[in-house]
């Protein structure tokens, strides 16, 4: 990447309020990942509730919440104070991830399409795995369909957003499904299960908190006039 593209990035996206807002952010980011490396190394995994992967309720997961929460108010924010109401897909999907984070709907889907589906170990991968994955592609074509409905109503600069959001929820997807699969898999060996926590979790937290600052500069946005946008990236490298 070159000085033209980070100068695009900067004067595409310049919003301070913003940009001060994901630096917080990722700051915590970062604490709560080095926290949990140093307890697990050096404290054999206590106290629990500051770890990444903690059972129940911990502050790394409360934070997740929040943001869940924050990026909720602003879509809200763009639909009703805005008008924008072709942003409702997301705030439909953010609901879900809260939901099913909050509740691990997605693993407790998964055991129970094995049950009814009697599925079995195919190829390597775990009976419960592959439940996983039908939920995954089953609630994966509902929300893409709907979401299809209000992407095909939007202007041309609704629809490159459209695109960056999905770019940055594609990166949180990758590590909340495509890595979390991966650990489920390989759950039990050892030292690798931990290595892919922190990779899972870490990426999670930091894909979800450039959502909260993509999400806060639409709300700061002032006019539909903006020339770049994250899908266009490679475009602005030729």
Request: glycine share 6%; net charge neutral; charged share 15%.
């Amino acid at each position: 990447m070159n000085n033209r593209f980070f100068l695009t990035l900067k004067s595409s996206f310049n919003q301070r309020p913003a940009t001060r807002l994901l630096k917080l952010l990722l700051l915590i980011d970062v604490l709560f990942v080095l926290v949990h490396f140093f307890i697990v190394l050096f404290w054999n995994s206590e106290p629990k509730a500051f770890l990444l992967d903690a059972n129940g309720l911990g502050y790394p997961e409360l934070f997740q919440y929040v943001k869940y929460l924050i990026v909720m108010a602003l879509t809200a924010n763009l639909m009703f104070r805005k008008k924008e109401n072709l942003y409702l897909p997301f705030l439909v999907l953010f609901f879900l991830l809260l939901v099913d984070d909050a509740y691990q709907l997605h693993h407790k889907a998964s055991w129970f399409l094995v049950h009814l589906l009697d599925l079995k170990n195919v190829s390597g991968l775990r009976a419960v795995v592959l439940g996983q994955l039908i939920y995954i592609v089953f609630m994966g074509i509902l929300v893409s369909g709907f979401s299809s409905l209000f992407y095909l109503k939007g202007s041309a600069h609704f629809r490159k957003t459209f695109i960056d959001i999905f770019m940055l929820i594609s990166v949180f997807l990758f590590f909340g499904i495509g890595v979390d699969i991966l650990h489920n898999q390989l759950e039990e060996v050892y030292l690798v299960s931990d290595i892919l926590v922190l990779i899972e979790e870490g990426g999670e937290m930091i894909a979800l908190s450039l959502l909260v600052w993509y999400f806060y500069f639409l709300v700061l946005e002032s006019n539909g006039d903006r020339k770049f946008y994250l899908g266009t990236i490679f475009q602005v490298e030729r």
